[in-house]
């Protein structure tokens, strides 16, 4: 079975889907300077980033040499020469710059240890931010980062979220997170806005409902099999440019979709379990959650492009678990 039962977990979903709710969630972050910064981050990655101005963030994927997807990040432009790349993993995000670093003039370390980050996110996260922020935060545009302050306490606000929903990211230094948090909870609670504690709910659940993939759901894959060729710029170099070219002329060979399954319950769904049709294996299945605002069992899975037929049904695992093929997002 998965979520559908559990009333703790649905409470905290449809919080920040119709209100606010908060956690404690901090993505690897890579500080990156040096007089070859721009062009550094421009390189790794397939979007335009070098060029965004200061204050901007961008959402873009890095590649290997083949052209697959080794990695989603957020990459933000914190000042003149200097960006952080919000990454899952910052050991393998600097091996990775170490093998491709070139005659760039750069310097990157790992601040990981150094900043914590905490999400509000739902339709009354910046109702919930103004009440504890020295500036309102109205005028903050997606993927865009200000300093502002909680307290006397030196915060950087970014209107960022997995969730789907209007929301909000805190960045402060380790050793004021006690009190960032603190008075998080503390005007939080006056918009009856939880703090959620369950992994489940804002890892998964929130994110599918929207089809926000996590790097793991994207790994190995082109950005043109994730639906991300939107986030290609092939008018500039980047790692893996070459190898995507030929991808995308030849066209993809497998498809991230979505799955909704027709079973009421179910045994627990793996990642990698087989997907079948017509008793061939045609994929695998990469997350499997329960959608508590649309009431269904739902996920995503790596399909045969041949036969990632929207509305053709399927069967997953052993158990021949029922499901249909659909697009990567229910609301």
């Known amino acids: 079975m998965l979520f559908k039962e559990d009333a703790k977990a649905r ?3 449809q919080a920040v ?108 996260s910046l109702k919930v931010l103004n009440a504890m922020l020295a500036e309102p935060a109205d005028d903050i545009k997606r993927f865009q980062v200000a300093d502002n302050k909680i307290g006397d306490i030196a915060v950087k606000i970014h209107r960022s979220g997995f969730t789907g929903e209007l929301g909000y990211e805190v960045y402060c230094a380790m050793e004021d997170t006690a009190a960032v948090e603190a008075a998080i909870r503390e005007t939080a609670a006056k918009f009856d806005a939880p703090e959620l504690t369950i992994l489940e709910v804002y890892v998964r659940s929130l994110p599918v409902e929207k089809g926000f993939a996590l790097r793991q759901d994207m790994y190995m894959l082109t950005p043109y099999e994730c639906g991300l060729g939107w986030s290609v710029n092939l008018e500039k170099d980047f790692v893996g440019k070459e190898a995507l070219l030929k991808a995308k002329e030849e066209g993809p060979k497998y498809k991230l ?20 049709s017509y008793g061939v294996p045609v994929g695998f299945v990469r997350a499997a959650t329960y959608g508590y605002t649309v009431d269904k069992n739902i996920g995503f899975a790596v399909i045969r492009a041949d036969k990632a037929v929207v509305g053709e049904k399927v069967t997953v695992g052993q158990n021949d678990s029922p499901a249909i093929i659909t697009e990567k997002t229910w609301l």
């Not at 965004?52 to 990695?71: C, H, P, Q, S």
């Not at 990459?75 to 670093?101: N, Q, R």
């Not at 319950?265 to 990642?271: G, H, K, L």
Request: charged residues 25%; contains cysteine.
């Open 257 to 276: 979709v979505g799955l909704e399954y027709l079973a009421e319950s179910y045994e627990d769904i793996c990642q990698r379990e087989i997907v079948y």
């Open 11 to 13: 409470a905290q979903h």
């Open 17 to 124: 889907r119709e209100n606010a709710g908060w956690y404690r969630w901090t993505h690897d972050l890579v500080k990156v300077t040096g007089p070859d910064a721009d062009a550094f981050v421009d390189w790794l990655f397939v979007n335009t980033v070098g060029k965004a101005a200061v204050g901007r963030t961008k959402y873009t994927t890095m590649l290997n040499e083949d052209g697959k997807i080794i990695d989603d990040t957020i990459v933000m432009h914190m000042a003149e020469g200097v960006w952080w790349v919000s990454t899952l993993y910052a050991p393998h995000f600097i091996k990775w710059a170490d093998a491709h670093k070139g005659g760039y003039d750069v310097t990157y370390e790992d601040i990981t240890p150094a900043i914590d980050m905490y999400a509000v996110q739902g339709p009354n």
